[in-house]
């Protein structure tokens, strides 16, 4: 059983190896009317996950699709030149703060998507199966934080490794993290105008697998 979780563990970990860097590119707008997007993502054990955000009406609005990814290979251990090797905080789960420029307008995350393999090797994809809405703005010249996005499992219940793929496929946690991650936020970019918080109440959702802090 031992070897089991292990293998289970890797991989779930290191799937998003397997895709090419293209897939991970972050778009870059540079329209003059630019806003900035500020969050961090990580994880409190190394594991890969993205969530995925659009700008909204899709009806009407200019198609704009991302995500904001976090892949274990990037914690610690990366020597890939493409990947950066230090995270930016180790407390509170590792990971980083990113910026993005983004074209202004409402948009929402509205799904997740953990990438795996099977026993077999087979690549799959978990995404949420409850509807999931997490909405933000960004105004011209503004910067919108949104707050840290974590992932964690529940790889241990009641003092004893558990045997089920879906507790290693765990959990996600959205909370509020501005006082350190907006200093980090400025470090990078000094000339960053004023950061409001826009850190959603995801107690609101009552989604079962997304909380304001770890659970129990």
Same mark, same amino acid.
């Given at each position: ?14 799937? %998003? ?14 329209? &003059? ?10 994880? /409190? ?17 200019? #198609? ?10 990037? !914690?610690?251990?990366?020597?890939? %030149?493409?990947?950066? #090797?230090? !995270?930016?905080? =180790? ?17 929402? !995350? /509205?799904?997740? %998507? ?7 090797? %087979? ?9 999931? =809405? ?50 980090? &936020? ?23 697998? !997304?909380?304001? =802090?770890?659970?129990?």
């Amino acid at each position: 059983m031992k070897l089991f979780r292990l293998l289970i563990g890797a991989l779930l970990c290191y799937a %998003a190896l397997a895709y090419p860097n293209s897939a991970l590119a972050e778009k870059a707008y540079k329209g &003059a009317d630019a806003g900035y997007l500020v969050y961090s993502i990580g994880s /409190y054990t190394p594991m890969t996950f993205s969530f995925l955000y659009r700008k909204i009406p899709a009806e009407v609005a200019p #198609k704009w699709i991302d995500r904001m990814y976090c892949g274990c290979e990037k !914690i610690n251990w990366s020597r890939a %030149a493409d990947f950066p #090797k230090d !995270i930016d905080y =180790s407390d509170n789960g590792s990971g980083f703060v990113v910026i993005r420029k983004l074209p202004p307008g409402q948009y929402e !995350i /509205y799904d997740y %998507a953990i990438n795996g393999m099977t026993m077999t090797l %087979a690549t799959i994809t978990w995404s949420s199966k409850t509807p999931l =809405s997490i909405p933000f703005k960004i105004e011209p010249g503004k910067a919108t934080y949104i707050g840290n996005f974590a992932r964690g499992c529940w790889c241990v219940r009641n003092g004893v490794p558990s045997e089920s793929v879906y507790d290693y496929l765990g959990y996600f946690v959205i909370s509020d993290q501005s006082e350190r991650d907006i200093a980090i &936020a400025r470090s990078k970019e000094p000339t960053l105008p004023e950061i409001s918080n826009s850190v959603w109440d995801v107690s609101q959702l009552h989604h079962p697998i !997304i909380f304001t =802090s770890q659970p129990k």
